[in-house]
């Protein structure tokens, strides 16, 4: 037996009122459709050629009894007769507009993206960098061009003006383009609320940005962000409004902490590491990570950042970006992106350790194997650490004679004696 919702009980209905065919039998159709059918059968009985006006009236009488016999012919006679159109992917291309960008494979039009780190890392401070880029026109961090220059709106929800002052103060960004979205006085800046809903909407309105920037969902939402249903109207509200008005919008977030006892700042993130729901990440459409390098055996806070794609729906993953902090004007920091990204420092195996040892040892002039194997032992390495070490060191470390000569020692490659007035 097919499965019919209603509409498709009264499409069906309306369907046979005019002639048309349907698949659909009194079987498949529950009351008070099934009562209608069955009086539609009866009439066709007895005059197979009856008129639309005939079968109208036919259900009029079945339905005489029946209370809510009004409603019901109503909608029966207000379906249109063969259902709804439902076009191809082929018929609906001919509306569809390509994807656009802001900046090319990177923050669409139309579409939200995400910027996600640790507390401190400095994701305010990158959006700042972007929309400075935007306002003036200067370069993005691969080198592209913004493909729109103009005013940026960006949702404060820390309400903290004079820090975002103090920092386009140091950029040197036209202040008279960039406009903050501020709470009323003694409120918070909760955008799931109409208020500010409202109020975001008249500001894209007016000031027609090429770029918004909601710093952060944390702080503009005021249900948390754990539940699909913490986060579905807030998030459909930024969606719909990125849509309609064609806006590049980024929204600022967090990442949970990691579970290994990893250094949060340099922790390098993942998908799937966005603190919250897991519909926070399904609705947007490009994600990015951003996190500290360490690129020495000593962690530097203020050590250079990685811009990294942690996933796209729209595109294929670019690579990761690089940037370190320099003074700008009046000494505040700016933003100076680098060719590469930052590699991450690796600690020394234990064989890199044991053939920087032994170099460190032979730079003052030859040495007996035998005592070089002594010094090694006291200093943690196996003999047979020091000669695979010794072995990956050829070309570097060279003999003084033969193996198994008994004056043999181990020298530097072209290690030559300083003469004695030289020494001295």
Not at 197 to 207: G, H, P, S
Not at 260 to 268: A, D, H, L
Not at 289 to 301: E, H, I, S, Y
Not at 315 to 327: A, D
Request: net charge negative.
């Amino acid at each position: 037996m097919a499965l019919l919702t209603e509409r498709l009980m009264v499409q069906a209905l309306a369907d046979r009122l005019v002639g048309l065919p349907t698949m659909a039998t009194a079987r498949n159709l529950t009351e008070p459709w099934h009562w209608l059918w069955t009086a539609l059968d009866m009439l066709e009985k007895s005059s197979p050629n009856a008129m639309v006006q005939e079968k109208v009236a036919t259900l009029q009488k079945a339905l005489e009894a029946h209370p809510e016999r009004k409603e019901i012919l109503d909608r029966l006679l207000s379906m249109r007769p063969g259902g709804d159109d439902f076009p191809s992917l082929l018929e609906m291309a001919k509306d569809l507009r390509p994807i656009q960008w802001l900046w090319d494979q990177w923050l669409p039009f139309g579409l939200f993206s995400i910027l996600a780190s640790a507390p401190k890392v400095g994701k305010s401070f990158l959006a700042l960098d972007l929309c400075y880029r935007v306002i003036t026109g200067e370069a993005l961090p691969d080198g592209q061009r913004p493909a729109r220059v103009g005013p940026v709106l960006y949702v404060d929800g820390e309400s903290i003006p004079q820090v975002s002052n103090e920092r386009a103060i140091s950029y040197g960004l036209p202040r008279e383009h960039f406009y903050l979205m501020l709470p009323d006085e003694g409120d918070l800046l909760l955008l799931d609320s109409e208020k500010y809903q409202e109020r975001l909407i008249r500001m894209i309105w007016k000031i027609k940005p090429a770029l918004v920037v909601i710093d952060s969902l944390s702080m503009i939402n005021s249900r948390g962000q754990n539940n699909v249903e913490d986060v579905r109207g807030l998030l459909n509200f930024i969606t719909q409004v990125t849509r309609e008005y064609d806006l590049a919008m980024l929204l600022i977030h967090h990442l949970r902490k990691p579970g290994n006892g990893q250094q949060m700042q340099i922790f390098e993130p993942e998908m799937a590491d966005l603190s919250g729901s897991g519909h926070i990440v399904a609705m947007a459409r490009m994600l990015w990570g951003l996190n500290v390098v360490r690129t020495g055996a000593k962690f530097d806070p203020n050590g250079p950042r990685q811009l990294k794609m942690l996933g796209t729906t729209l595109t294929g993953s670019q690579e990761s970006l690089g940037y370190e902090l320099v003074n700008g004007v009046g000494g505040g920091k700016i933003i100076r992106w680098l060719n590469q990204a930052p590699k991450q420092y690796e600690e020394p195996t234990e064989r890199e350790g044991c053939k920087e040892w032994l170099l460190e040892v032979l730079a003052d002039g030859p040495v007996k194997p035998s005592d070089v194997v002594e010094m090694g032992e006291e200093a943690g390495f196996t003999r047979s650490l020091i000669y695979l070490a010794r072995k990956t060191l050829e070309g570097e470390i060279e003999n003084t004679a033969g193996k198994s000569s008994p004056k043999n020692e181990w020298q530097l490659a072209g290690w030559v004696p300083l003469a004695e007035d030289e020494a001295d």
